[in-house]
């Protein structure tokens, strides 16, 4: 009887002691208020007839006059290798003890239900998010004029979140953040290529490509000084 009794004993504390291990994850937390936000801006694209065409919010698909009328049709409505953004934004968060800033572009995207004939297009939202140290934006400050810089953002976790739910919020960001912390497979670094000239910032903000800078001769958004400023301050 004893030792039945010290047998329940044991059971008791040691499902006690297992009990007590178990600790939800604490999810990435993102700040609710942006630190900044662009919303507007105008892409541009010399073609290959040497003509400039202009879009707001995308930097056009490269088409003749010919073609022209798909400039905004479909695929090709996204853009130039489907340069677009409806926001570009970034926000503290919280990963663990430690404060970091993450950014986020949103962009229209898309996909065909018959890829092979290019039919049934279905329009998508997508999103690519990257966290780094907050004092990478520190290289972005005091850059000179009539210059093109080619700034390289060193990123902690990037990804790619594909055609969103419209319920989608950055609670969804985090959650996605969470299941990347522990993997830094096909991590992107932030390519920020700039050129402040009249008055205005020319710019393309994308993964950094190392052989395949950004020239901005051919193609670029632009937009008052004051104006990308609400995304990233100059001085």
């Known amino acids: 009887m004893i030792k039945n009794y010290l047998t329940l004993i044991i059971a008791l504390i040691s499902l006690s002691t297992f009990s007590q291990d178990r600790v939800n994850a ?49 695929a090709d409505g996204l853009g130039e290798n489907r340069e677009n953004f409806i926001y570009i934004e ?32 279905v329009p998508q939202n997508s999103l690519i998010y990257y966290v780094f140290k907050t004092s990478e934006l520190d ?3 005091n850059l000179e004029a009539d ?30 953040l969470y299941k990347k912390i522990s993997d830094n497979y096909n991590m992107y670094d932030l390519g920020v290529y700039l050129k402040v000239y009249k008055g205005n910032v020319r710019f393309i903000i994308q993964n950094f490509e190392e052989y395949l800078p950004q020239d901005l001769e051919k193609a670029y958004y632009e937009t008052p000084i004051a104006n990308f400023e609400k995304l990233f301050k100059l001085k």
């Open 90 to 121: 970034h926000r503290n968060i919280k990963i663990a003890d430690s404060s970091y800033t993450i950014l986020i572009k949103k962009f229209k995207d898309g996909y065909y239900k018959y890829e092979s004939i290019s039919q049934g297009w």
């Open 139 to 141: 290289k972005l400050k």
């Open 26 to 74: 604490t999810v990435p937390a993102i700040d609710a208020v942006a630190n900044g936000k662009l919303t507007e801006a105008t892409g541009w694209i010399k073609n290959d007839d040497g003509k400039w065409v202009s879009r707001k919010n995308k930097i056009p698909a490269n088409k003749i006059e010919e073609f022209k009328s798909l400039i905004d049709y479909e």
């Open 147 to 176: 210059k093109t810089h080619a700034i390289k953002i060193k990123t902690i976790y990037s990804n790619f979140i594909l055609y969103l739910d419209p319920k989608s919020s950055l609670n969804t960001v985090a959650k996605d």
